[in-house]
């Protein structure tokens, strides 16, 4: 198997995530975000994966693009530790809060829609405050609701067994983190991201401790 | 079961392509996202559904969120048909298809997307030239390419079955279409999203058959 990676995207964060919680040793490529006006917009890279996104798992020739395809995969394929419950309901539960973060945070927040934002004439300042902090304020705001109210709520967003959904909380609050976005307001997801973060699993998965990271 | 739903809702249509695909009868609340400023901002509604967002599906007083996440339960708990393959590696490419559409197009062309750019002093003409339509148009790039390059595509996106690839598909191309973003660049999709239509199972799940669709 071959990662192609990037240590600050957050996205293949989750998959790193993944790989470790399952103990899978992979091969790594890494395409650098910012150099050379974004690796991933390069031939080579767009021949892998056309969305021209990170990350992307090379399997037997095959290549996954889509950080929670590739995870789904994985908990198919190497199914212990599961990723998912057992039970339909509880599958959904996990996968709602998963994608409440990687559909109606991430993509919104992604560096190809802050381009597009500063191209339509608006400063650094004025995306982090008036959009990045809105989309993450607005989504943990709901997650946060979802998870205080639920008595399926542990240790983890479900239970006390690491999930999809913290697979998917823990770069996103690292993100919250990085651009200084006020968490206080979601003492629920700051106490499951610090839960998750004494996982070497987790630790060893983090922006800061891959080689590409700067 | 209840559906949440609304006709212009595009993840909803997802949601009403698969109940009809599985044959399954339940009950409709509208939820109007213009009237009343939004009547998924309601509180009744908010305490269904903290995102605030259609489609929510309530089955036996548990109430499901994130349209992906049921429509993978509903595959789960009715498996026939199969909205997604059997083998790993070809449900992570439905999937990967489904995410491409679902995280990457969809949420950041999202009605409180457009919203807050309206806010942050942009026209309607300047959001749909500059914003909508440019994700529309890399995103279907991308899966253009990704389908009309592989043999696994059929008459469908996955072969010649219907998948949660093309349930995803078929609500994005009625909004390319709605909003008049060109799609002769798609030649693929436009064939797989006519191929679906003929189907009743998505003909009547189609935004102008829904009684709120005005």
């Known amino acids: 198997m071959k990662l192609y990676d990037y ?10 995530i993944a790989l470790n919680l399952k103990g899978i040793a992979y091969d790594r490529a890494s395409i650098n975000l910012i150099k050379d006006g974004g690796q991933q917009h390069s031939a080579a890279y767009k021949a892998i ?7 992307t798992l090379e399997v037997d020739g095959h290549a996954i693009g889509q950080s929670l395809a590739i995870i ?11 990723l998912l419950p057992s039970y339909p309901l509880e599958r959904a539960r996990v996968r709602q809060i998963a ?6 945070i991430h993509p919104i927040n992604n560096i190809s829609a802050r381009q597009l934002l500063k ?4 400063s650094d300042d004025e995306i982090l405050t008036k ?3 809105y989309w993450i304020k607005r989504g943990f705001t709901a997650i946060e609701t979802l998870l205080s109210g639920s008595t399926e709520t542990g240790r983890f967003c479900h239970g006390d067994v ?3 959904a913290d697979i998917c909380l823990v770069p996103q609050m690292a993100n919250a983190y990085r651009f200084k976005v006020p968490v206080d307001a979601f003492p629920t997801l700051v106490r499951i991201d610090k839960a998750c973060r004494e996982y070497p699993a987790f630790a060893a998965a983090a922006p800061e401790k891959q080689v590409d990271a700067g």
């Open 7 to 16: 240590g600050f995207s957050s996205a293949a964060y989750r998959v790193r």
């Open 49 to 55: 994966n056309p969305q021209e996104l990170i990350p």
């Open 72 to 82: 789904e995969y994985l908990d198919e394929t190497y199914p212990l530790p599961a």
């Open 99 to 104: 994608y409440a973060i990687a559909c109606d």
């Open 119 to 122: 191209e339509m004439g608006h």
């Open 131 to 133: 959009w990045y902090g």
């Open 162 to 164: 690491v999930t999809l």
